[in-house]
């Protein structure tokens, strides 16, 4: 199950941009955070692929949301320009940003290149 960001979450378990100007995360696990909003048509496609991979890498990787509408000032931050925009977070090293619908396999495909995770 994928968990929804504000904020203060995404600072406390994510990465806090506040304090940091060089990128430090701050999970256990690597992460895919996705940048979306409810009147986006990709999204929604998105968002139920999210959910499955979710399942599939459960233990193994986190997924969060972000509502770009209620969390501007987040997206703001990451130059968040479309939507859905996936963040691709390894435990080590740089995040790696995607934008647009991809779809399962090519989700798939990045968890397992950008975070070097394979599923269950």
């Not at 430090?24 to 959910?51: N, Q, R, S, T």
């Amino acid at each position: 199950m994928s968990e929804n960001l504000n904020k203060e979450g995404f600072l406390s378990k994510v990465f806090d941009y506040e304090n940091n100007k060089d990128w430090k995360y701050k999970g256990d696990l690597p992460a895919v955070v996705d940048f979306w909003a409810p009147w986006c048509g990709p999204c929604k496609m998105v968002g139920p692929i999210i959910e499955e991979l979710s399942e599939e890498y459960k233990g193994k990787v986190n997924f969060y949301k972000v509502n770009t509408d209620e969390e501007q000032e987040l997206g703001a931050a990451f130059g968040i320009k479309s939507i859905p925009s996936l963040l691709f977070i390894p435990k080590e090293g740089e995040p790696k940003m995607t934008v647009g619908a991809l779809p399962k396999e090519a989700m798939k495909e990045a968890i397992e290149k950008e975070l070097s995770v394979t599923a269950a």
